[in-house]
T-cell receptor, first 108, second 112 residues
Framework: GEDVEQSLFLSVREGDSSVINCTYT??????LYWYKQEPGAGLQLLTY?????DMKQDQRLTVLLNKKDKHLSLRIADTQTGDSAIYFC????????FGKGTKLSVKP | NAGVTQTPKFRVLKTGQSMTLLCAQD?????MYWYRQDPGMGLRLIHY???????AKGEVPDGYNVSRLKKQNFLLGLESAAPSQTSVYFC???????????FGPGTRLTVT
C-alpha cells in the first residue's frame, strides 16, 4: 500500500551533520520532496529530487535517493539551532503522500 | 503575492456546531487540498480539488464537505462538529497534481 516511513525523532548537537531517512513504497513516484515545519507554522518546501537523479545538493542540504531500496535521505550539514523543526518527506503518486515527520532537535 | 492564506487562525466550537474554513490562493493554481494534522499521524488528506467546480475525496473525508466555486478559493465545511475533529487544518495548492504544494499557515480547531 501507500506508506511513507520516517523515524519520529532525531537529536543532534549544533555543528554536527543531521541525516533524516525516509522509505517510500511506490517506485513510480516522479518527484520526492522534503518539507520543513517550524512550530505553529505550515509546511515549507525545502528541496526536492526528481526520480531519475541519485543526488541533489543545495547549500547545506544534500538529498540522496536510492531507487532500488526506495530510500530517501536528507543530510543537513553544520546543523544550527534554527534547523530545529519537523521534517516531512513526501512522494508524488498522483497526490502527495507524506510521512509522519521527523522531529529534529538541535542541542547547543 | 500572499501565497496561500487561511481564515480563521483559531476557532473553538461546541459539539454539533457548524463552521466553514476558508482557503485562498493568489498563484492561479488549479489544484487545492485540505489536510488535517494530528500528533503522531502526520498529514492526512481530507478532500482535494483539481479545478474550479470539482472536488474529490481524500483519505479521511467523513464529516467534512468542500466547495470550489472560484478557482482561488477552497472552502472546508464541518456540518456538525465532533471532538474527533479537533485538529490543525492546512490548506495547500499546486500548479500540477503531484507537483510542489504550497501550504497555508493552518487553522487550529478545538471542538469541546
Amino acid at each position: 500500500g501507500e506508506d511513507v516511513e520516517q523515524s519520529l525523532f532525531l537529536s543532534v548537537r549544533e555543528g554536527d551533520s543531521s541525516v533524516i531517512n525516509c522509505t517510500y513504497t511506490d517506485s513510480s513516484s516522479t518527484y520526492l520532496y522534503w518539507y520543513k515545519q517550524e512550530p505553529g507554522a505550515g509546511l515549507q518546501l525545502l528541496t526536492y529530487i526528481f526520480s531519475n537523479m541519485d543526488m541533489k545538493q543545495d547549500q547545506r542540504l544534500t538529498v540522496l535517493l536510492n531507487k532500488k531500496d526506495k530510500h530517501l535521505s536528507l543530510r543537513i550539514a553544520d546543523t544550527q539551532t534554527g534547523d530545529s523543526a519537523i521534517y516531512f518527506c513526501a512522494e508524488s503518486i498522483g497526490n502527495l503522500i507524506f510521512g509522519k515527520g521527523t522531529k529534529l532537535s538541535v542541542k547547543p | 503575492n500572499a501565497g496561500v492564506t487561511q481564515t480563521p487562525k483559531f476557532r473553538v466550537l461546541k459539539t454539533g456546531q457548524s463552521m466553514t474554513l476558508l482557503c485562498a490562493q493568489d498563484m492561479n493554481h488549479e489544484y487545492m487540498y485540505w489536510y488535517r494534522q494530528d500528533p503522531g499521524m502526520g498529514l492526512r488528506l481530507i478532500h482535494y480539488s483539481v479545478g474550479e467546480g470539482t472536488t474529490a475525496k481524500g483519505e479521511v473525508p467523513d464529516g467534512y464537505n468542500v466547495s470550489r466555486l472560484k478557482k482561488q478559493n477552497f472552502l472546508l465545511g464541518l456540518e456538525s462538529a465532533a471532538p474527533s475533529q479537533t485538529s490543525v487544518y492546512f490548506c495547500a495548492s499546486s500548479y500540477a497534481r503531484g507537483g510542489e504544494q504550497y501550504f497555508g499557515p493552518g487553522t487550529r480547531l478545538t471542538v469541546t
